[in-house]
Nanobody, 121 residues
Framework: QVQLVESGGGLVQPGGSLRLSCAAS????????MGWYRQAPGKERELVAA???????NYADSVKGRFTISRDNAKNTVYLQMNSLKPEDTAVYFC???????????????WGQGTQVTVSS
């Protein structure tokens, strides 16, 4: 079994910063994709930031220049540094990963439980 465990959400004032973490654990042969999504009340879930298959990064236009995705491959962990937060960043943030449990299995889609980020004065 594979689990994604997120941490780091909370309440922050506009202009503040938060750092989210997502650690993958369990039977992991390889991780093909790791990224962050968010879902605000009444809205569709949207991609915030992710690593591309070529090793680059992809960001939603609304967070470019403010958010940074990074990872620690040794720890199977991905981070999302969020700076200059705005009220419109308020959402539940989800970690997503495509993980192979062995070299004989295809990658499967896994999601974290979500962590609430609230930006408010």
């Amino acid at each position: 079994q594979v689990q994604l465990v997120e941490s780091g959400g909370g309440l922050v004032q506009p202009g503040g910063s938060l750092r989210l973490s997502c650690a993958a654990s369990g039977s992991i042969f390889s991780i093909n994709f790791m990224g962050w999504y968010r879902q605000a009340p009444g809205k569709e879930r949207e991609l915030v930031a992710a690593f591309t298959s070529g090793g680059g990064t992809n960001y939603a236009d609304s967070v470019k220049g403010r958010f940074t995705i990074s990872r620690d491959n040794a720890k199977n962990t991905v981070y999302l540094q969020m700076n200059s937060l705005k009220p419109e960043d308020t959402a539940v943030y989800f970690c997503n990963a495509w993980i192979r449990g062995s070299n004989r299995l295809p990658a499967r889609d896994y999601w974290g439980q979500g962590t609430q980020v609230t930006v408010s004065s």
